[in-house]
Nanobody
Framework: QVQLVESGGGLVQPGGSLRLSCAASGSIFSINRMGWSRQYPGKQRELVARITDGGATYYADFVEGRFTISRDNTKNTVYLQMNSLKPEDTAVYYC????????WGQGTQVTVSS
């Protein structure tokens, strides 16, 4: 099993920045990819960004160069730096990991509003 704990969500004004963190523990040796997804109320989760254990990254089109995913393997932590935030980025953001199964964190609320 893998446990994921997110932090860093909150309220920010449009144009502002937030950095989300996700600390992994447990059977982390099995993880080959980690990522962030988000979910609007009543909608399915959508992938925001993903990073492999080799450092290769993928971003959804709507990111438009505003977000950066990174990982610190020494801390078993993945980050999502979000800049130039828009009101439509308001959602619950979930960390997830792919290994022997797909694992999810509990989610952290990001609200972009003036």
């Amino acid at each position: 099993q893998v446990q994921l704990v997110e932090s860093g969500g909150g309220l920010v004004q449009p144009g502002g920045s937030l950095r989300l963190s996700c600390a992994a523990s447990g059977s982390i040796f099995s993880i080959n990819r980690m990522g962030w997804s988000r979910q609007y109320p009543g909608k399915q989760r959508e992938l925001v960004a993903r990073i492999t254990d080799g450092g290769a990254t993928y971003y959804a089109d709507f990111v438009e160069g505003r977000f950066t995913i990174s990982r610190d393997n020494t801390k078993n932590t993945v980050y999502l730096q979000m800049n130039s935030l828009k009101p439509e980025d308001t959602a619950v953001y979930y960390c997830n990991a792919w290994g022997m199964s797909v694992y999810w964190g509990q989610g952290t609320q990001v609200t972009v509003s003036s």
